[in-house]
């Protein structure tokens, strides 16, 4: 594996110099038809990582009264780039066929952090979450067949399998059965305390999107798939965040965020091939290595330690842009059967009793991922083409 | 504005990537759905819910049944003064998202590089006629005592319906053609719902308000036509 170790010295663009003007920030978006597919990915992760650099830095002013100005002043970049990042979406997605490349994000880049995380355990905690996202795609591809009579591969661009997974129905499990052992802020790699910040994010995002859209949908059934699979989101959320070492300081997670974010622009922009879209990777790319470099400097001032303490050594030199099929498909053979007790993976006969009494009583009365993707098999043009006129 | 249709790299369908497709097409015949059954399951949950479900909402009580004033309502025969007070309604926000979808048009199509002046004056002209439209059926409303203010059931429902038709033409990706696509939609209903709207009228004894109608009917065919015509000039004007 290919590695980087000089990607965090650049001073990068000084924060007063990180400039917007609205008309930007709303500019020409993606096209739904011509792009690649990997170039949405890309847009969808990004903006789930602005929107957490938000998320992060606003409740760290709720405890840091001495970080409030630094806080609000990095927040208002990061705020105007989720928007650049996100208005990139075009408008003929439908929340549907959004929601399909939201679950590619959640498979393609989950997996591709998978094989290149060193833990194991938290190798491990990728391939499980990895799993339920592929089976959600599978239950919205569906959704999206029966009730806009549309082909998710059109969004997926046939680098990602539409196929039935460890169930959603089994996916509900006690808050208890959510939680995991958290890497070790002293001995863990740079790359794992950016894996589990990045995926974290990637998952929050995907979570507060399907509370936002989940009830815009007139259909009933979709009504309910939302609310399912949103409770599924809570969980991975619980899940990845519970990968981060609570004994980390406040300004550690934040300097590891920036990291993080400095770490996935660039792997954007290494791989991007539509070169106005490669243009703001580029730029923030920049941003955020003056965001990491003043990151830095308060932590000397304030913690009266060296930032390159924690940002240091070497990372993998890209997050993978593209099909996982052989892992995941490789992953699914393997663990579909695993389940999760307390911070352990076990196999489905040893799931404890408070998952399964968990999941009982919300499946008592009917579950909306089994409903809507009843006999579903995915074909090239919907599952009507199968059912060709003779 | 991109206003003709051209060839390009179009990356949605399995012919785009056939080395993917043949591997997706394989997976899903090999790991088959675990869930039996099929599409009927969701028409179940479906049809439960249509049978317990709530109304979208109500027709606002006019003024006269509140006892305020007396009015036309009270003379009303034949039709119940809800259903034609919620008709009125929904023509009233037709109207006025009909003139709105005018105005999202032709600020399009004065993108266009050679933009037909007469195409344009016609449509200022039918905007007008749409808002003049609206006039009518708050006239309309007023005289029978129903508050034209309030958005009726059938009147929200027609903003779900016509979401659509405006998200097609205030998308400035969209060409001419595209738009006059989606404007089209919105002629051909706006026609029936005059049609019925009159028949309404007339059936509750209403023959003023019909008559006044009637003028509007008649513009709203020019319209659909002239849409039409439109249209089917600019898909030819490609080939
Ligand atoms: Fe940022
Ligand atoms: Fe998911
Ligand atoms: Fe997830
Ligand atoms: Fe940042
Ligand atoms: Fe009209």
């Known amino acids: 594996m290919e590695t980087l170790t000089s990607l965090f010295d650049a001073k990068g663009c000084p924060l007063d110099k990180q400039k917007f003007t609205w008309r930007e920030m709303a500019s020409k978006?993606?096209?739904?038809?011509?792009?690649?597919?990997?170039?949405?990915?890309?847009i969808i992760l990004m903006n789930g990582i602005e929107t957490d650099a938000l998320r992060l830095k606003n409740i760290g002013a709720r405890f840091h009264g001495e970080l409030r100005q630094a806080l609000a002043q990095v927040r208002r970049c990061e705020q105007h780039q989720a928007t650049m990042v996100n208005w990139l979406l075009s408008a003929d997605h439908s929340p549907l066929e959004t929601t399909v490349a939201y679950e590619q994000v959640a498979i393609e880049v989950t997996a591709a952090v998978a094989q290149t995380e060193p833990d194991p355990y938290q190798a491990q905690t990728y391939r499980f979450g990895l799993l339920e996202d592929f089976d959600h795609l599978y239950r919205y591809s569906a959704m999206l067949d029966r009730l806009e009579g549309k082909d998710a591969n059109n969004i997926l661009q046939g680098y990602t399998d539409i196929i039935p997974s460890r169930p959603t129905t089994v996916h509900h499990r006690a808050p208890e059965d959510d939680l995991r052992d958290s890497y070790q802020r002293d001995s863990a790699a740079l790359i794992t305390?950016?894996?589990a910040a990045m995926i974290t994010a990637a998952e929050y995002q995907t979570h507060d999107y399907y509370m936002t859209i989940g009830p815009t949908f007139a259909d009933p059934l979709a009504r309910q798939l939302y609310a399912e699979i949103a409770s599924v989101e809570e969980q991975h959320v619980t899940q990845y965040g519970s990968l981060q070492d609570p004994g980390e300081s406040f300004l550690e997670k934040w300097l590891i965020h920036e990291a993080m974010e400095v770490y996935a622009y660039n792997s954007c922009l290494e791989q991007e091939e539509n070169p106005r879209i490669k243009a703001i990777w580029e730029r923030f790319l920049d941003y955020e290595l003056g965001h990491l470099n003043l990151v830095?400097?308060?932590?000397?001032?304030?913690?009266?330690?060296?930032?390159?303490?924690?940002?240091?050594?070497?990372?993998?030199?890209?997050?993978?842009?593209?099909?996982?099929?052989?892992?995941?498909?490789?992953t699914l053979a393997e663990e579909i059967d695993l389940r999760a007790k307390g911070h352990e993976y076990v196999d489905k006969k040893n799931e404890g009793h408070a998952s399964r009494d968990y999941r009982n009583q919300l499946n008592s009365e009917g579950i909306a991922a089994e409903a809507?993707?009843?006999?579903?098999?995915?074909a090239p043009g919907t599952e009507l083409s199968l059912k060709k006129a003779s | 504005?991109?206003?003709?249709?051209?060839?390009?790299?179009?990356?949605?369908?399995?012919?785009?990537?056939?080395?993917?497709?043949?591997?997706?097409?394989?997976?899903?015949?090999?790991?088959?759905?675990?869930?039996?059954?099929?599409?009927?399951?969701?028409?179940?949950?479906?049809?439960?819910?249509?049978?317990?479900?709530?109304?979208?909402?109500?027709?606002?009580?006019?003024?006269?049944?509140?006892?305020?004033?007396?009015?036309?309502?009270?003379?009303?025969?034949?039709?119940?003064?809800?259903?034609?007070?919620?008709?009125?309604?929904?023509?009233?926000?037709?109207?006025?998202?009909?003139?709105?979808?005018?105005?999202?048009?032709?600020?399009?199509a004065q993108a266009i590089d050679a933009v037909d002046e007469q195409m344009l004056k016609t449509m200022k002209h039918f905007r007008d006629e749409e808002a003049e439209h609206l006039q009518l059926v708050v006239a309309a409303m007023e005289?029978?005592?129903?508050?034209?203010?309030?958005?009726?059931?059938?009147?929200?429902?027609?903003?779900?319906?016509?979401?659509?038709?405006?998200?097609?033409?205030s998308d400035p990706r969209t060409n001419?053609?595209?738009?006059?696509?989606?404007?089209?939609?919105?002629?051909?209903?706006?026609?029936?719902?005059?049609?019925?709207?009159?028949?309404?009228?007339?059936?509750?004894?209403?023959?003023?308000?019909?008559?006044?109608?009637?003028?509007?009917?008649?513009?709203?065919?020019?319209?659909?036509?002239?849409?039409r015509g439109w249209l089917s000039e600019e898909v030819m004007r490609q080939v």
Not at chain 2, 149 to 155: G, K, L, V
Request: hydrophobic share 40%.
């Open chain 2, 176 to 227: 001419l053609a595209q738009s006059l696509n989606a404007l089209l939609t919105a002629e051909l209903t706006d026609n029936a719902g005059w049609e019925l709207l009159i028949e309404l009228a007339d059936a509750a004894g209403q023959s003023s308000i019909s008559e006044s109608f009637e003028k509007a009917l008649a513009q709203e065919q020019v319209h659909a036509d002239t849409v």
């Open chain 1, 29 to 42: 978006p993606i096209s739904k038809l011509d792009d690649d597919a990997f170039t949405r990915v890309r």
């Open chain 1, 372 to 378: 809507v993707s009843a006999g579903y098999q995915w």
């Open chain 2, 1 to 108: 504005m991109q206003n003709a249709t051209k060839m390009g790299l179009n990356c949605t369908g399995a012919q785009m990537s056939p080395m993917d497709s043949k591997e997706q097409l394989k997976a899903s015949q090999e790991v088959r759905p675990d869930i039996p059954g099929n599409e009927r399951k969701l028409a179940l949950v479906r049809t439960e819910e249509a049978a317990k479900a709530d109304a979208i909402g109500s027709v606002p009580i006019p003024g006269s049944a509140r006892g305020m004033v007396k009015t036309a309502l009270n003379k009303l025969v034949g039709v119940s003064p809800e259903v034609l007070i919620d008709k009125l309604g929904e023509r009233l926000a037709f109207e006025r998202g009909g003139v709105r979808l005018y105005e999202a048009l032709m600020a399009k």
């Open chain 2, 143 to 169: 005289k029978l005592g129903a508050d034209p203010t309030a958005m009726t059931p059938c009147a929200d429902v027609v903003g779900v319906t016509n979401m659509g038709v405006l998200q097609t033409i």
């Open chain 1, 296 to 330: 830095g400097e308060l932590m000397k001032k304030h913690e009266r330690r060296d930032p390159s303490e924690i940002i240091h050594g070497s990372v993998p030199k890209l997050i993978e842009f593209k099909s996982q099929r052989e892992f995941v498909r490789k």
């Open chain 1, 193 to 195: 305390k950016i894996h």
